[in-house]
């Protein structure tokens, strides 16, 4: 033995006295071979000699040979005598270490390929008259060296998956000497590859069992999943499934379709496969069997004999082992869960009750923390019951319905406080896909009202950093809004919110917005005021009582304002106010600015100094000065945004002009910007969910955005003066913000007359590419009182 590696010589058996099982006639040894052929295990009473060899020894014990056949069978020999010898291609490995584990159970043998012991079953094996003595295993070879390392003796009761309690098959019984569970955190978890496969012939949760074959074998599975696949027969009294005629390679193709949506098996297996789906009333997999056998008939050439067909249930994920990817129909599965039929845990919340007769497969195969729950051998893997505590009942019910269904259903959708409750339950359980959905719906019924609350909450769950870079972007994009319409931006957590200070997409229509966000964050205001307000209360105090913990925090942000961009008449202001006095890096930011003002940005050489340049994103402001003025973003578009002399815009494909009526002579969207007046230019009715709808519609394009705090209309020739109408906003054409309502509006009164209004309000600070002029009742005109009849629109504002 050299650096944990034992080398086996031909014909020779390497024991050791503390290479045994903790327990006689049960145990597990895991471990790794080097080798061509015929790894061989030895399972005796007492350690054997190093010349010893099995075919000579008399006494009880069981030999198990991996590869042997030149690599190409598996054999299972009982006192010298083969009992097992089936194929087992490619079992040995000559190029590199390959892992292994063997356990024994009073007879039941099983082997796998694999560094975790109970998962990739390679061959289980029940002797009807078990060798209940075997302690000592010994490592041999056949006629080649082998070479051994990483040797292992695992006991039972602290192995990877519970084992059978009294599961009586046959004449044969199997017992639970202790109620070993798994421990999953062994294992690396990859939770977007976890699902059903990974409960596919094990022994975990398992409650049924097929015996399968001549040789009896048996082979676990879940009544749940197979009830809800097909029509296996089950009764209270019984939960084993005999197949004395059927073989297990087309047994293990029927589970393996069932439990990860694909399976492979050999094209003269395939109508056993088949019949064997008929049986059970797997009823997809029974049609492709069919749809593959008639093609094989036509023509015998479409598939290679030599190779095994693949037949995959069509879902939208193809080999992905969560529901609905599965041949598993989700009506039974939830009617399983209404009745309770082959429950084994019933859910209780804390100070609420029973929630639910569930299934801990159902869980598990979505949950990994359920799945370590159900099988790490604590009270929640042996008992029936479990209670939860700090849940919320509601949110947990709604899980429970996507455990079960896949999905999300409609009444979780249009509450968003039952879905942020939803997505915390989901990173509580790591059900990943609940995870992602919720980030989705949260993502898609997002406002700017509560983009802060949901950052707030999200902003601590590690798994949910996308949906917070998303959120904190969003808040950057919508700055003016976000810091003017509450107060909710100062319960951000503070790297939240130098996040979004220091975001290179932050949009402001003003600096002195940053700063004013920087002090009410600072001093965790609970009303909205600016600097003029903290300038009043350093009068009488200090930054130490007004700032308090967060007074540092300030002293970083400040440098994020770019001064240098405000107006020097603010800045004279700023640079005398009692902020200065008591906070120097206030006062000598200002400063810089003052001077930068003065000297120039050459003279300063500070060319590459981030402060001293405008935001990527900044917008122009484009304010009202008097009606029909050139200052408008209409009018701004027509001169292709500064570049170059006037043209209408449509003309220039700058903007898109739409009316509710079609295009014609008198509804021609060219006269709205052209500024030369129109007799006749009005928007017909048409009919919107049952009623008159007339409208006016601005598209200003992909690339742009108005914040709309000013807007201008002129009356055509006609008298059909409007009373009721809105003005409103939409990022995407569908979905309209009202920026002002107009009810019984009396302000135009005669022919061509020009009129503007305001717009105030935190919505005249949320961004839209689209707006629109609606009539919402009838004009003075009693002929046509649902024409809109106006021959000029300008808009003003902050254009991006």
């Given at each position: ?14 024991w ?31 350690v ?22 030149r690599?190409?069978?598996?054999r ?66 056949w ?26 098959f ?52 879940h ?78 050439k ?6 095994n ?13 969560t ?36 299934h ?12 370590k ?51 915390l ?7 990943t ?20 609350p949901?950052?707030?909450?999200v902003?601590?769950i ?27 931006f100062?319960?951000l ?84 106010s ?9 006062q ?33 402001e ?83 955005q ?43 009164c ?31 005109d ?19």
């Amino acid at each position: 033995m050299m650096e944990k590696f034992v080398t086996v010589p031909p014909f020779e058996c390497a024991w050791r006295e503390d290479l045994k099982f903790r327990e006689a006639g049960r145990g597990c040894v895991a471990f790794e071979a080097f080798a061509c052929n015929d790894v061989t295990l030895v399972f005796r009473e007492n350690v054997g000699s190093q010349g010893y060899h099995y075919k000579r020894d008399s006494s009880p014990h069981y030999t198990i040979i991996l590869g042997s056949h030149r690599n190409r069978r598996l054999r299972i020999e009982v006192n010298g005598k083969t009992v097992v010898d089936v194929a087992g291609v490619g079992l040995c490995c000559s190029s590199s270490f390959q892992s292994y584990w063997v356990s024994i159970y009073d007879g039941l043998i099983s082997i796998g390929n694999g560094k975790y012991p109970f998962h990739d079953v390679v061959f289980q094996w029940l002797d009807s008259h078990p060798k209940c003595n075997v302690l000592y295993i010994g490592l041999s070879s056949w006629d080649k060296h082998v070479r051994y390392r990483n040797v292992n003796v695992l006991s039972l009761t602290h192995a990877h998956v519970p084992l059978w309690k009294h599961v009586v098959f046959g004449d044969y019984q199997v017992e639970d000497a202790a109620a070993a569970a798994a421990d999953l955190g062994d294992k690396e978890m990859d939770y977007d590859k976890w699902g059903l496969r990974n409960f596919l012939e094990s022994w975990e949760l398992s409650d049924m069992l097929f015996i399968v074959g001549i040789e009896e074998r048996p082979v676990p599975a879940h009544k749940a999943i197979l009830a809800s696949s097909g029509n296996f027969t089950f009764c209270s009294s019984s939960f084993v499934i005999t197949l004395p005629t059927v073989s297990y390679l087309v047994l293990h193709a029927l589970l393996h379709y069932i439990y990860t949506g694909w399976t492979r098996i050999p094209q003269e297996q395939l109508g056993s496969l088949r019949d064997l789906s008929l049986q059970f009333e797997v009823m997809p997999l029974v049609k492709q069997c069919e749809e593959i056998m008639e093609r094989f008939k036509l023509d015998n050439k479409l598939f290679d004999k030599d190779k095994n067909v693949e037949l995959t249930y069509p879902s939208i994920r193809p080999h992905c082992s969560t529901l609905p990817s599965l041949p598993v129909s989700i009506q039974r599965l939830r009617q399983l869960k209404l009745t309770g039929q082959y429950s084994d845990v019933n859910i209780y919340i804390d100070s609420y009750g029973l929630v639910a007769h569930a299934h801990k497969i159902v869980l598990s195969l979505w949950s990994i923390p359920f799945a370590k729950m159900f099988t790490n051998g604590m009270s929640e893997s042996t008992s029936s019951e479990i209670t939860l505590r700090d849940v919320p009942p509601e949110a947990f019910k709604a899980m429970l319905d996507f455990l079960y269904e896949g999905q999300l259903n409609d009444g979780i959708i249009d509450s968003g406080a039952l879905l942020l409750q939803l997505l915390l339950l989901a990173d509580q359980f790591g059900v990943t896909s609940l995870h992602q959905e919720c980030c989705k719906m949260l993502l898609e019924c997002l406002s700017e009202d509560s983009v802060c609350p949901l950052l707030q909450v999200v902003s601590s769950i590690p798994s949910c950093r996308l949906i917070k870079e998303t959120l904190q972007r969003r808040i950057s994009l919508n700055f003016d809004y976000c810091i003017s319409a509450s107060t909710d931006f100062v319960l951000l957590d503070e790297t939240s919110f130098i996040n979004i200070i220091k975001h290179p997409d932050l949009t402001v229509t003003s600096e002195e917005k940053v700063l004013n966000a920087i002090l009410m964050f600072g001093m965790k205001a609970k009303g909205l005021f600016g600097w003029e307000m903290v300038d009043q209360l350093m009068i009488n105090s200090k930054p130490e009582l007004l700032f308090g913990e967060r007074l540092q925090l300030v002293y970083n942000l400040l440098p994020f304002v770019r001064f240098p961009l405000l107006q020097f008449s603010l800045l004279e202001k700023l640079q005398n106010s009692n902020i200065g006095c008591h906070i120097p890096v206030f006062q000598n930011l200002v400063n810089e600015a003052i001077n930068f003002v003065k000297c120039g940005l050459a003279r300063l050489g500070n060319e590459e100094n981030i402060r001293f340049q405008h935001r990527r994103s900044s917008y122009r402001e484009l304010q009202y000065i008097c009606d029909g003025d050139d200052h408008g973003v209409l009018y701004f578009a027509g001169t292709s945004y500064g570049e170059h002399p006037w043209v209408n815009p449509l003309l220039a494909e700058k903007i898109t002009i739409t009316a509710s009526s079609p295009n014609s002579r008198y509804t021609d969207p060219k006269v709205l910007v052209s500024r030369t007046y129109q007799g006749t230019c009005f928007a017909g009715p048409r009919l919107e969910n049952g009623h008159n709808c007339t409208w006016w519609m601005v598209d200003l394009g992909q690339d742009h955005q108005l914040m709309c705090n000013y807007y201008t209309l002129r009356q055509d020739g006609s008298k059909a003066f409007p009373r009721f109408w809105n003005i409103q906003g939409s990022l995407d054409g569908k979905s309209w913000t009202k920026l002002r309502v107009h009810e019984n509006d009396k302000t135009v009164c005669k022919p061509s007359q020009f009129a503007s209004w305001p717009i105030i309000g935190p919505n005249a600070l949320l961004p839209f590419r689209y707006f629109r002029v609606v009539l919402s009742g009838p004009t003075t005109d009693a002929t046509n009182p649902w024409n809109f009849c106006i021959c000029y629109l300008e808009l003003y504002g902050y254009f991006l």
